[in-house]
């Protein structure tokens, strides 16, 4: 099965100690099940000096959270729902709101 959380969801992280917060989907990593959220779990890395970071030193970035650790929040009934897949009359597949039905995407 693929991976239902896209680019630009809106999900709530349900364990760990990010737990309870809402966030904006960065980027969706596949191969590994992960996913960044934006300004959600943060870590400190120690980076040396590149053309990217000029300054070098301390930095804080987004690490990845496991697929399993969040659930997607429907736009319609504004709640954390599981996803379903449903047929659209065009024959195109779209991922579908467990709670209100509604389609997402």
Do not use: F, W
């Not at 779990?41 to 301390?58: C, D, L, S, W």
């Amino acid at each position: 099965m693929g991976l239902m959380i896209k680019k630009n969801d809106s999900v709530l992280v349900t364990t760990g100690r990010e737990k309870g917060k809402k966030g904006r989907v960065i980027s969706v990593h596949p191969d590994k099940e992960s996913l960044l959220v934006e300004r959600l779990n943060m870590v400190k890395k120690h980076m040396k000096p590149t053309r990217k970071y000029a300054q070098g030193g301390i930095i804080e970035k987004e690490a990845p959270i496991h697929l399993s650790n969040v659930m997607l929040m429907c736009p319609k009934c504004n709640k954390p729902t599981k996803i379903g897949s449903t047929i659209l009359s065009d024959g195109k597949k779209a991922r579908q709101c467990k709670k209100c039905m509604e389609v997402i995407d």
